[in-house]
């Protein structure tokens, strides 16, 4: 039987894509699914420690990116890592790097925010998916 | 039983990214399937009245803008919110705003073009989409 | 009842978005899933004969291009045609061209690089991805 899960890769590293990585993870945990991330290429890239300060916003909607995050500041939106801790204390969500991009950029794990619970490779990631609800590519 | 659904989030707000959010939604109701739309950000942003004369398109593809263009107005394929339109003729499609999206920008749902139904929260279209066949991110 | 199948609407056609269309391609068939591809738009133009030496690569990490190629080259990491023709040795692996796009760009089956299969239509992919376990929008 499939399992109340959602599942996403994660690919893109732009901090306009990245914020619906954290609401639909909140949201799902919210409506008691689990959550299965797999975090791939920028995506990956974009939860090196730190990195979250200085993400580039989708390039179609670059003059827009100061009024956004004015907006964002403004209305108080947590910042996608905000909303995944959030979402870990009120659920079962796993963070999982994918190991392949770990290899090719010479990461390790400590180099990566806290909110990543470990590496799997892409074979792991997609037998724990295909039992799920829904997986998304984002 | 998983239903005959096919549910998008529409999160992008290019012209040729939301050309298949259209031709996508025809052909599953053509297949018989059910069709649920969850408009965000960007995507959200380019239904607003009007947005669709002038939206961007893919910024690695703009050098072929004007190309594609003539080729639509050529080929004479209707916009997306045309194929939306015959789609929501032809059956089930339902088109609904993102919540907090329209409170950070501050939107009316008189606001948005006549194809969208109404406003719903991220959990609400997580409920409905889980129970379909597929779920797509655009 | 759900088949094991992974099925991707390949609609982007940058470098860095058909990698992993490549590698989950194997990493599917590896876990013993059929993969089911559907290329559309940029997706479709980038599977001409010979496009892939020249594709662009998401405008938000353009800087970074010469340094992604220089470590794909070192690292090894097979292109994703090459990713995509050993997954069709290794497994059940099918990859169309979206026939509405073939007529918009006036593109024939011999114009396609020899990893495409054929050409349907998108109600015929709706009907066969909607019975696998994950479909994905790239």
């Known amino acids: 039987m499939a399992q109340e899960r959602l599942s996403m890769v994660v690919f893109?590293?732009?901090l306009d894509k990245?914020?619906?990585v954290g609401i639909l993870a909140s949201g799902a945990v919210?409506?008691?699914l689990e959550?299965?991330?797999?975090?791939?290429?920028?995506?990956?890239?974009a939860f090196r420690k730190g990195a979250a300060q200085s993400l580039p916003i989708s390039k179609e909607y670059e003059?827009?990116?100061e009024q956004m995050k004015q907006i964002m500041a403004e209305k108080k939106v947590p910042s996608f890592l905000d909303n995944l801790r959030t979402a870990?204390?009120?659920?079962?969500?796993?963070?999982?790097a994918c190991g392949m991009t770990m290899d090719l950029f010479g990461l390790k794990l400590e180099d990566l925010e806290d909110v990543v619970d470990g590496v799997v490779g892409v074979g792991e990631f997609i037998t724990t998916?295909?039992?799920g609800k829904m997986t998304l590519f984002i």
Chains 1, 2, 3 share one sequence.
Do not use: D
């Open 35 to 45: 959550v299965n991330i797999f975090l791939t290429f920028w995506g990956l890239l």
């Open 129 to 131: 998916a295909k039992e």
């Open 63 to 65: 003059a827009m990116a």
């Open 18 to 20: 990245l914020m619906p």
């Open 30 to 32: 919210a409506m008691g």
């Open 12 to 14: 893109s590293g732009t």
């Open 88 to 96: 870990k204390e009120l659920g079962n969500v796993k963070v999982y």
